[in-house]
């Protein structure tokens, strides 16, 4: 069965520090890993997708990357607008739904000015 | 990016009755999901929505209690059927634009009461 553990389960920063979430997965076969930004009350945003381990992207002040194990959403320099839940979210290549997305419990952000 | 839009986005019902979910997409599309994000818990997909056939369900979600239509390539409807308070929940709709990106709709956020 496919798995992912987001840690820590919340992070509080002061604005500027800059800090990293972890997502573990376990995964028979990776197809592809999924970032979402998540605000109270609204759906996931889709951030990046990651398909193979050295693999790194970047938007703005996030920047994720993956190894076989572990994908790492690093925040250089968080503004309190950066504050959210991020949700980390594998597919898998075989078994079930091809697109079957599972999904982490999220990491809870908060960016203090 | 796509424009998902969910109706209704709240609702609070009686414990036995049904509440059908409407989803817009603003663009043609293949692949629509519907997920379920209960308190505490990570997002878990329900079904995929099928245009011109029957949804596919996930391990431990039934048509009986969730079933789906999808009448064209831009809406789909997910009806929660006699409900209990187990059910209260976000509902929230998704499509696969390309491989590589997933959107995910507002979220329809259910108080079975």
């Known amino acids: 069965e496919d798995q992912v553990t987001q840690s820590p389960e919340a992070l509080r920063l002061q604005e500027g520090e800059s800090s990293s979430l972890n997502c573990s997965y376990t995964v028979s076969g990776l197809r592809g890993l999924f970032w979402y930004r998540q605000d109270p009350g609204k759906g996931p945003e889709f951030l990046f997708t990651l398909y193979s381990a050295g693999e790194e992207k970047e938007k703005e002040r996030l920047k994720a990357t993956l190894t076989k194990k572990e994908s790492f959403l690093h925040i250089t320099a968080p503004k309190p607008e950066d504050s959210a839940t991020y949700l980390c979210a594998v597919q898998a290549s075989s078994g079930g739904s091809n697109y079957k997305l599972t999904f982490g419990k999220g990491t809870l952000l908060t960016v203090n000015p | ?113």
């Open chain 2, 1 to 113: 990016s796509a424009v998902i839009s969910q109706k209704p986005s709240r609702d609070i019902c009686q414990r036995g009755t049904s509440l059908t979910i409407q989803c817009q997409v603003d663009s043609q599309v293949t692949m629509m999901f519907w997920y379920r994000q209960q308190p505490g818990q990570s997002l878990t997909l329900i079904a995929t929505a099928n245009q011109g056939s029957e949804a596919t369900y996930e391990s431990g979600f039934v048509i009986d209690k969730f079933p789906i239509s999808r009448p064209n390539l831009t809406f789909s409807t997910l009806t929660v059927s006699n409900m209990s308070p187990e059910d209260s929940s976000i509902y929230l709709c998704s499509e696969r634009l390309t491989q590589e990106t997933q959107y995910f709709g507002p979220g329809t956020r259910l108080l079975v009461l």
